[in-house]
């Protein structure tokens, strides 16, 4: 007798009240089949085992810096049989699962734990393909001083140019700096501050002061009295002493101090 075929199992023989009437490879047991034939009403069974296969696993990525084991499991038709000893790392990116191919809509047969979320269907031994979804984390913008700035949700992976505080008074914003010492320009783009899904970090800004040019004349009739007195650059905020009365003279006045104009 020729074997019957079901997709994913293998016959296993055909029984009669668990009698054997058929061998799973064929062969027809004559004595039981007649046994079975004398009775009325007589059905009988089909009975399958169900194949096993290999399932290989693609990283769905060239980067050389993803980390899953085992590369390779092994499944059971028609059941949820879960990788033992699943593990996966990949800098910056969390793992969704593991589909049948790479496109959007492809069916999910493995979680990111491992964990079987669909019963095996596939006939064959297959490659199943790591999706990934870049982290996110939220940026806080410490402007010390400036206008504030909402809070920003960036993703790993991506490149982002941060929002450039208001004016601060006697100060020019030159850019940002994280927390562990990281400085960008105003006009760097910024990415991957964090590689862990979820977590906060903060940019502070970085200021400097605007300079001036302080510009000296002893006034209306008054001489310098010292020829190097000349314009002075100050910075905003610095300590700064003024000439002192003694670098400029006018007749039958006395030197009562600088006006700022």
Same mark, same amino acid.
């Given at each position: 007798?020729?074997?019957?075929?079901?997709?994913?199992?293998?016959?296993?023989? %055909?029984?009669?009240?668990?009698?054997?009437?058929?061998?799973? *490879?064929?062969?027809? $047991?004559?004595?039981?089949?007649?046994?079975?034939? !004398? *009775?009325?009403?007589?059905? %009988?069974?089909?009975?399958?085992?169900? +194949?096993?296969?290999? @399932?290989?696993?693609?990283?769905?990525?060239?980067?050389?810096?993803?980390?899953?084991?085992?590369?390779?499991?092994?499944?059971?038709?028609?059941?949820?049989?879960?990788?033992?000893?699943?593990? @996966?790392?990949?800098?910056?990116?969390?793992?969704?699962?593991?589909?049948?191919? !790479?496109?959007?809509?492809?069916?999910?047969?493995?979680?990111?734990?491992? +964990?079987?979320?669909?019963?095996?269907?596939?006939?064959? /031994?297959?490659?199943?393909?790591?999706?990934?979804?870049?982290? !996110?984390?939220t940026v806080k913008f410490d402007t010390t001083g400036g206008g504030e700035l909402?809070?920003?949700?960036?993703?790993?992976?991506?490149?982002?140019?941060?929002? $450039?505080?208001?004016?601060?008074?006697?100060? *020019?914003?030159?850019?940002?700096?994280?927390?562990?010492?990281?400085?960008?320009?105003?006009?760097?783009?910024?990415?991957?501050?964090?590689? %862990?899904?979820?977590?906060?970090? !903060?940019?502070?800004?970085?200021? *400097?002061?605007?300079?001036?040019?302080?510009?000296?004349?002893?006034?209306?009739?008054?001489?310098?009295?010292?020829?190097?007195?000349?314009?002075? /650059?100050?910075?905003?905020?610095?300590?700064?002493?003024?000439?002192?009365?003694?670098?400029?003279?006018?007749?039958?006045?006395?030197?009562?101090?600088?006006?700022?104009?």
């Amino acid at each position: 007798i020729e074997p019957a075929t079901k997709a994913g199992y293998k016959f296993n023989g %055909i029984k009669y009240n668990d009698i054997v009437i058929v061998e799973k *490879e064929g062969n027809l $047991q004559m004595g039981n089949a007649l046994k079975a034939i !004398t *009775e009325d009403n007589v059905t %009988i069974t089909p009975t399958w085992v169900a +194949n096993t296969y290999t @399932v290989t696993i693609d990283d769905n990525d060239n980067d050389n810096q993803i980390v899953i084991s085992p590369l390779s499991t092994t499944v059971t038709y028609g059941k949820k049989t879960n990788i033992n000893g699943f593990s @996966v790392n990949r800098i910056g990116y969390s793992l969704t699962g593991l589909y049948d191919s !790479t496109n959007t809509g492809a069916t999910q047969y493995f979680d990111a734990f491992g +964990n079987a979320t669909t019963e095996w269907d596939k006939d064959a /031994d297959t490659t199943l393909y790591a999706q990934w979804k870049a982290n !996110t984390y939220t940026v806080k913008f410490d402007t010390t001083g400036g206008g504030e700035l909402d809070d920003a949700t960036w993703e790993y992976g991506t490149a982002y140019k941060a929002e $450039q505080p208001s004016a601060r008074t006697g100060y *020019e914003f030159v850019g940002w700096k994280t927390d562990d010492g990281k400085t960008f320009n105003k006009y760097d783009s910024i990415s991957n501050l964090t590689t %862990i899904n979820g977590r906060t970090v !903060t940019l502070t800004a970085i200021w *400097e002061p605007k300079s001036y040019i302080l510009d000296y004349t002893c006034g209306e009739r008054g001489i310098a009295q010292q020829p190097e007195m000349t314009a002075r /650059d100050i910075s905003y905020g610095a300590p700064y002493t003024f000439w002192n009365g003694d670098v400029c003279h006018r007749d039958g006045y006395e030197f009562n101090g600088w006006t700022i104009f």
